[in-house]
Each structure stands twice: as structure tokens, then as C-alpha cells.
């Protein structure tokens, strides 16, 4: 968004020559020709900047400084001011001005300082924000986020983590589902007690029922002993249930009766066992749909969703990115032992452009990547990998527009251009799940892993990991 600057001077010539020059440089001006005209401006709307002369009539310039600062604190304040004056305007500083300039105005001066300016005052908004988010991880488990919709989310753990209600997250992968699960458990009445996760769509169908019911000894082969399951070694706590639309319906009514009765049954046992559990379900497919094509359970879907929290993807909060990415340049800046100090304005820029199909996990693992490779003091554009400074929003060639001239083509290069753009497409398709993304281009899950790192399109997590057949 453009800065918003409101220039204060009873000279029409002063105040003409800088309506100009800013607006040259892409700001927002507005004029006024006196301090109370300015205040008035001030009722109607807010200004990030003002520049304001020294000496006006009815009103100085120190005395509107007075009533800008009163009423917007954070608002710039720079003085203008005639030569022989600048013990005044000293003064001014002292009262909260940032700067001032004296005329007559040299315009690469008036530039440079307006542009630090500035720049100082997002670089202390975005401190601001970086220190509330670190207060939101204190309290939210690592859930970081400043935007308008995770202030909803926020809002909605606060309210729901002291109810033992069941709650469905929804959301892509990537989107910190399990993060907000633990951030309701953890700052709720069961913080004290187990929060044990469950990614179904990790363990096979065949292990599934013994891993979260348990068994008996001797109630299959390789059964050597009795074996609680997870929603016991959770009883009195939460159970996680991670991924929830991979469920067999097999497991999905046996889920369903520990969820009205409050009872599971091992495998291989006779009676009953009594389990007290809140559950908490995630998943990044649409449920609705599901049940309508008979793959999932009406009535488990309706008691797993009393209360629904989306997580939202982070392309549909970019605001967000400055704050996670310095979140993660601190965290990995300690991690492995580097002294990056900051993201250069080019390369946060490139990073605010992209549109993360594998959303916030996918940031920092370009955050570490970088952290680990920078070895300069800041990070810039060409720090960051491809993937980031290509992105997959800008076409790559087909082959169908791919014309051969007299000097020939790279058939390698071209050939990796297009296996990189389906399976960025593919990645897109799948929500950023990437065994996902290998069934829909029909390869395997240890050929996608080797893809995926060969064209630096992020990395495959443990919780995508799973045996090949």
C-alpha cells in the first residue's frame, strides 16, 4: 500500500513542490495550508507521515506536532525549517519528531529521508508485530500468525479449548492443523494430561485397529503380548486424530461407538474397555463430499464436527509471511548456530510473491535451506532457492511452444522445465500433499521424494513418509 503523507505549509510553493516530487515517488499526499486545517484532515482519516513547516500562522509547527503526536503516536512527524532555526527544530525531535530538513530543499535529501523515514517506522510496526506473535507462540504452542483470519482462529482456541466438545480442523496440508489442536489442548483444563496424535493416514489398514484399540495377546500373529491402543494411553486426555478422512469405514465405525459409548474393545478381547478422551479431528479433504460418495460416515462426520476451525492457507493471509519468515530466520539463525540479521527488502518481496502450495511447513523449509547455505549477513534474492524466485504462478514453455531454430535447443533443460511445471501442478492439485501429488502423475513415492528435492520444491516431512508396497 502506498505510505499516506499529509504536507503542512502556508507557502503554496512549498507545499506544490513536495505534493510533486512525493507523488513522483508513489506516495499518497495530501496539503494542507495551515495546523488547524491539518487537524481537521486528521478527524478524517490517517496519515502515516506528516511534514510540516516550523513557522505558520495561528498555529506553529511545534504545537501541531503536539496534537498529531497526542493523537496518533505512531504517525511520522518531520519538520521543515528555515536556516538558522535548528535549535528549534532540535527541540522538535526531542518532542517526537523523526527528522527535519531545512530550506532551501535539496531533493535527493528530501527523498532519503522521507524514504528512511519510512521504512524505520514498518521495520518497528513489523518488531511490533514479531513480538506479539512470539507472545501468541508463548501461549498458542508455536502457532504464529498476525493477520485478520488467524486472529479469528486465535479467538476461536481461546473459546473452545476450556469445553471438552468435540472439533474438526479443516484445512491444507502444511496449514499447522496439528498446532492448533495442541494449542486446545494445551491451554485448557486437560493441559496436564496426555495429547497423544494419530496420523491415520500414516498407519496401514491392517495395523490400524490393533494401533488405536489395541489387543490381546495372541489375537493375531506377532500378537506376543497385550498391547493398550492410543485412545487408552489418552484416557483422560486428548486423542488427535490427524488426517481423519483416511480412515478405513471398517475403523470408522468402531470409531464412532468410542465416540457415543466411551468405550473401545482390544482385539482379541471380550469385554469392553472405558475410555474418557476429547477428540480433536484433522483433515485436508472435504468431508462433505465424502459422505455424499459413501467413503465417510454420516454420523461420525456429524459428532466429529461440533465445532469446526479452519486453518487458513498461507496464501490467503500474506501478511503473514514477514512475520513467520524472521519467526524462522531467529529459530534457525539459533538452530544451526548462524548470525543472519535480517531478509533484504528484494528477497522479502520475492517471498510475500509465492504462493506456497505446501503453505507454512513449506516456508520454513525454505527458511532453513537458506539459513543454512546464507552465508553473508543478510538474506537476499539470490539466497533463496528456484522454486521461490521462479514461481509456479509464471508459465513455464510446453512443448507445443517450443520452437526449434537453427541453433538448436537444451533438451535436457527444456525436458526438466516441464516434468518441474506438472509436477508443481500436480502438488497444487493435491493441496501439497505430496504422496498425493505421486498417484495423481502415477509414480512412485520414492520417485517423487527424489523430484521433489531435485528441483528444490520443498521437502518430504516424517508424517509423509509411508512404506511402499
Known sequence: MKAKILV???EESIREFLDIM???EGYEVTCAEDGQKALDLFKKKSFDMVISDLQMPNMTGIELLKEVKSQSPDTLFMMITAFGTTETAVEAMKLGAYDYITKPFKIDEVRINVANALRSKNLEVENRSLKRVLEVENSFQNLVGNSEKMHQVFDL???????PTNILITGESGTGKEMIAKAIHFNGPLKDKPFVPVNCGAIPESLMESEVFGHKKGSFTGAVSDKAGLFEVADGGTIFLDEVGELPLSIQVKLLRAIQERVIRRVGAVEDTKVNVRIIAATNRDLKKMVEEGSFRQ????????INIH??????RKEDIP???????KKYNEKLGKNISDISDEAMNILKKYDYPGNVRELENIIERTVALEGGATILPESLP?????????????????EITEEGIDLDKVIGQIEKELLIKAIHAANGVKKR???LLNISFRSMRYRVEKYGLGSINDEEMEEEA
Open 311 to 316: 486453518a487458513p492457507a498461507l496464501r490467503e
Open 323 to 329: 512475520v513467520l519468515a524472521r519467526y524462522f530466520l
Open 8 to 10: 503542512v505549509d502556508d
Open 437 to 439: 501429488a505421486a498417484k
Open 157 to 163: 482456541i481461546r473459546r473452545v479449548s476450556q469445553a
Open 22 to 24: 512525493l507523488s513522483k
Open 386 to 402: 528456484p522454486l521461490v524466485t521462479t514461481p509456479s504462478g509464471r508459465k513455464m514453455a510446453s512443448s507445443h511452444e517450443i
Open 299 to 306: 454420523d461420525l462426520f456429524y459428532r466429529l464436527n461440533v
